[in-house]
T-cell receptor
Framework: AQSVAQPEDQVNVAEGNPLTVKCTYS??????LFWYVQYPNRGLQFLLK??????LVKGSYGFEAEFNKSQTSFHLKKPSALVSDSALYFC???????????????FGIGTKLQVIP | GAGVSQSPRYKVAKRGQDVALRCDPI?????LFWYQQALGQGPEFLTY????????KSGLPSDRFFAERPEGSVSTLKIQRTQQEDSAVYLC???????????????FGPGTRLLVL
């Protein structure tokens, strides 16, 4: 069965400092990996995804994530944090499917990011 | 429409009452997903539609949960004889179909917060 681990319940970072939100995964075969952000009383918003190719994926709002196959990790990063980045971040995984067919997506429990002014 | 919409946004039900939650996906999106998000948890998969066909309902927690999408657009999640443990945010997501290995991105609605008393 596939799974996602987000080991930190909360990450605190000072505004302007780099941030990292950690994610490790377990899946059969090659993974497809996603990051979503959730603001209070809002649905999840897509940030970025890894399918194949370059291990460094760039996404919305200056976020990027690095896929590391040997460590089964997909950590979210941003060079300079903003107060407005404070939110709940979810990592998700699904297995490879031939021709992009349907596969269930599994989410982590989320990491709360607090950016301190 | 511009995004996925859900109604009602908030629902309070007495234990034993039936509820119906509505999802309007992005126009033209073939795939539709329902998730349950308990407090402090990530979204948990409930069910998946491709057009009007319910292709995966493995995540529905009991036979009290029923989902439909009769015309391949709007979907309704129905919960019969609600229990306190059904209290959660119910999220709907839609996506364009994958083809040739393209991995679709799921776009989420704001969710319906259900409280069962």
């Amino acid at each position: 069965a596939q799974s996602v681990a987000q080991p930190e319940d909360q990450v605190n970072v000072a505004e302007g400092n780099p941030l990292t939100v950690k994610c490790t995964y377990s899946v059969s075969g090659n993974p497809y990996l996603f990051w979503y952000v959730q603001y209070p009383n809002r649905g999840l918003q897509f940030l970025l995804k890894y399918i194949t190719g370059d291990n460094l994926v760039k996404g919305s709002y200056g976020f990027e994530a690095e896929f590391n196959k040997s460590q089964t990790s997909f950590h979210l990063k941003k060079p300079s944090a903003l107060v407005s980045d404070s939110a709940l971040y979810f990592c998700a995984v699904r297995p490879y499917a031939f021709r992009g067919g349907y596969q269930k997506v599994t989410f982590g429990i989320g990491t709360k990011l607090q950016v301190i002014p | 429409g511009a995004g996925v919409s859900q109604s009602p946004r908030y629902k309070v039900a007495k234990r034993g009452q039936d509820v119906a939650l509505r999802c309007d996906p992005i126009s033209g999106h073939v795939s539709l997903f329902w998730y349950q998000q308990a407090l402090g948890q990530g979204p948990e998969f409930l069910t998946y539609f491709q057009n009007e066909a319910q292709l995966d309902k493995s995540g529905l927690p009991s036979d009290r949960f029923f989902a439909e999408r009769p015309e391949g657009s709007v979907s309704t999640l129905k919960i019969q004889r609600t229990q306190q443990e059904d209290s959660a945010v119910y999220l709907c997501a839609s996506s364009s179909p994958g083809s040739g290995g393209y991995v679709e991105t799921q776009y989420f609605g704001p969710g319906t917060r259900l409280l069962v008393l």
